[in-house]
């Protein structure tokens, strides 16, 4: 046995006292009476006591003494050998994964079974046992460090919370072993539903010991895919991709809804054979954008896989301005591309509206002006190209099939009558050109303008009258717009992604602060170059709301906010706040509402919505949980000091000692 605390044997001194205190002699005091006749009757059956009969009643000095003999010796703390040599140090990796939300075990939940299991491994703790708790999902974290305090890892179990994140173990582990390095007796608890890919792997790794939750055979039908774009083809139609995978052993039928801004666009039934997934594209047409969602009606043990979200981007009508002397064809073409609003002139006019579009047809001028600019048959020079001779009859050569600007259409079976040499002044993408390298059509953009000319004649050839046409204007058209920009992803939950907030960072509470390392650097630099300017970083406080009002501030920095890993399924919201961290929607007094970011958010992962558990191999080592607890060894010792001082009162009060 050895002593924590080997100081605390001093209080073994205050037995000096307790025994002084025993032998003490009382003086009596003289005090004048009227008679002795009574006092002498006292005196003679308490008469002064020697040494030796003061002894008579050791009973009561000896219950003090050992009173404090138990005292002094749980103040040292003792700790036996084998306490030492047997105390353990637990590492609990908890799943909170979104498969362990399925509502498959007798206890409810996975996850709520699992923390139930935690909590009894508490009590079961030893006095020189350690705990140490990590939630794992897309990433890990440590709940708590080592202690062996019970109330502490109760209240940090209770506060775990589940996530419709994946699972992603290697990290996790990682960092268990490295908490009992060194140890002899430690120890890494794996708590999962195996739904992950290295299940085997880390299951059957030095240390660890498993416990699984859930059943083989637990059927379950997800969507494991839903992203939804617009179609580049046609501006007010819009495709979606979706997949529903049938995780079973049996048969299963369901129906697909889909809505968009609760109005319902399609419902599809689906017979899906067992592990059978449907995908497939679907095409819609809307000119509103909004909340696009997807539910399955199966009622099965998990819900976070049976609902999906996407964002449709919104269109805004495009104005586009033709200058041209009259080409009845041409106007039909943009008046039949949706949300274009048409304007027909003979001149160029002084100002364009923002993000509309200037289409010169023939009459082009010396300087090209700034904005989105589509030239059609040009017949002058500016500068951006020379003008030359006619060519006759040329033949596309090449083309690039890879560009936006060209997507869906084919140049090389089509007969155009003429076309212009042309010598380009600046840097062009040359999407198509001749046997005789002349550029028929290309494009130039600049962070000023954005061009695009189609250098062919449209009275005679058959390019008009082949569906290229229209599709090579709505291409540039929607090129002018960035309406390839506007595909807002649906993101995976676990993943993390790189946003544009420029939008937001406009009315949210900009601040500048200097780069550690690049500002000492600028700093160094200012001593001997006056000139110098410390780097700065413009940093923007971003408000981050989830599906479940939750909120969490976020930092921008110059427009740009690294977003995730998020933990739950449902639509999420970026938006600016003020000087009062508060965000400015709640608390703008204007008319015109503050600008917000959605983001759509979906499980999208096969292996999370497969809740079959798998089969411990042989080399497993499964949990076993110890029977009882044992409280420290200083604990009995005031436990049975107490007892004693209690028989030492109950003795005295019984007049069995003096």
């Not at 003979?346 to 023939?362: D, K, M, S």
């Not at 600019?373 to 090449?398: F, H, N, Q, R």
Request: aromatic letters at 8%.
């Amino acid at each position: 046995m050895s002593l924590t605390s080997p100081a605390a044997l001093f209080w073994f001194l205050l037995a000096i006292p307790i025994v002084i205190f025993y032998l003490l002699k009382i003086r009596l005091r003289r005090v004048p009476v009227s008679t002795t006749m009574f006092w002498n009757q006292i005196y003679e059956e308490k008469k002064p006591r020697s040494i030796w009969q003061q002894l008579r009643h050791l009973l009561s000095l000896l219950l003090q003494l050992l009173f404090l003999a138990l005292l002094a010796f749980a103040l040292t703390d003792p700790l036996f050998f084998w306490e030492t040599d047997q105390k353990r140090r637990l590492v609990v990796l908890l799943d909170r994964s979104a498969s362990m939300q399925a509502n498959d075990s007798e206890d409810g939940s996975r996850f709520d079974a699992a923390k139930d299991d935690i909590h009894n491994m508490i009590r079961t703790l030893r006095s020189r046992d350690d705990m140490a708790l990590i939630a794992v999902g897309a990433t890990s974290e440590v709940v708590t460090g080592l202690t062996g305090h019970h109330r502490t890892l109760h209240q940090a179990v209770d506060n775990i919370e589940a996530t419709d994140q994946p699972t992603v173990f290697r990290e996790a582990l990682t960092l268990a072993n490295s908490l009992i390095e060194g140890h002899p007796n430690g120890e890494i608890v794996l708590l999962t539903d195996g739904g992950f890919d290295e299940f085997s792997e880390v299951s059957t790794a030095k240390h660890v010991s498993t416990q699984l939750y859930g059943k083989p055979d637990t059927a379950n039908i997800g969507i494991t895919q839903f992203q939804i774009r617009r179609n580049l083809t046609d501006p007010v139609g819009y495709e979606v991709l979706v997949e529903v995978i049938n995780q079973s052993a049996q048969p299963a039928e369901t129906r697909l809804e889909m809505e968009l801004e609760g109005e319902i666009v399609d419902v599809i039934p689906l017979k899906l054979e067992p592990a059978q997934s449907w995908s497939k594209v679907l095409e819609y047409t809307s000119p509103t954008g909004g909340v696009l969602s997807a539910t399955i009606n199966s009622e099965d043990a998990l819900a976070s896989d049976n609902e999906a979200v996407a964002i449709l981007s919104e269109l805004e009508p495009q104005k586009v301005i033709l200058v041209s002397a009259g080409n009845r064809y041409l106007e039909k073409v943009f008046s039949a591309i949706p949300l274009v609003e048409l304007e027909v002139v003979t001149q160029q006019p002084e100002t364009v509206p923002e993000n509309g579009v200037l289409v010169f047809h023939r009459q082009t001028p010396e300087a090209l002006p700034a904005g989105n600019v589509l030239v059609i048959e040009p017949e002058g020079s500016t500068d951006l190209w020379t003008i030359g001779e006619k060519a006759s009859s040329p033949l596309i050569a090449s083309q690039d099939k890879e560009s936006k600007l060209m997507a869906h259409v084919r140049l090389d079976n089509v007969m155009l009558s003429e076309a212009r040499q042309i010598e380009p002044k600046m840097e062009v993408t040359r999407l198509a050109t001749s046997v005789e390298e002349i550029p028929i059509y290309f494009s130039h953009e600049t962070d000023a303008r954005k061009v695009v000319v189609l250098n062919a004649s449209l009275d005679e050839g058959d390019l008009p009258l082949r569906t290229a046409f229209p599709i090579l204007i709505s291409n540039a058209l929607n090129w002018f717009s960035g309406a390839d920009a506007a595909f807002q992803e649906s993101l995976a939950t676990g993943a993390v992604r790189k946003i544009d907030v420029a939008e937001l960072t406009e009315h949210g509470n900009k601040k500048l602060t200097a780069n550690s390392e690049e500002s000492k650097e600028a700093d160094s630099n200012s001593e001997t170059d006056p000139q110098s300017e410390r780097v700065q970083t413009e940093v923007t406080p971003i408000m981050l709301a989830g599906p479940h009002e939750s909120k969490t501030e976020l930092i921008a920095q110059n427009d740009t906010l690294w977003l995730g890993p998020l933990n739950q399924v449902g639509l999420w919201t970026l938006s600016p706040v003020d000087e009062e961290n508060k965000p400015v929607a709640e608390t703008s007094k204007s008319s015109s509402p503050a600008p917000q970011i959605q983001i759509a958010c979906n499980l999208s992962n096969r292996r999370e919505s497969d809740l079959r558990t798998p089969e411990l191999s042989d080399s497993t080592k499964q949990l076993q949980q110890a029977g009882f607890s044992f409280s420290p060894f200083w604990f009995y010792l005031v436990l049975f000091a107490t007892l004693f001082s209690c028989v030492e009162w109950y003795l005295y009060q019984r007049r069995w000692i003096d």
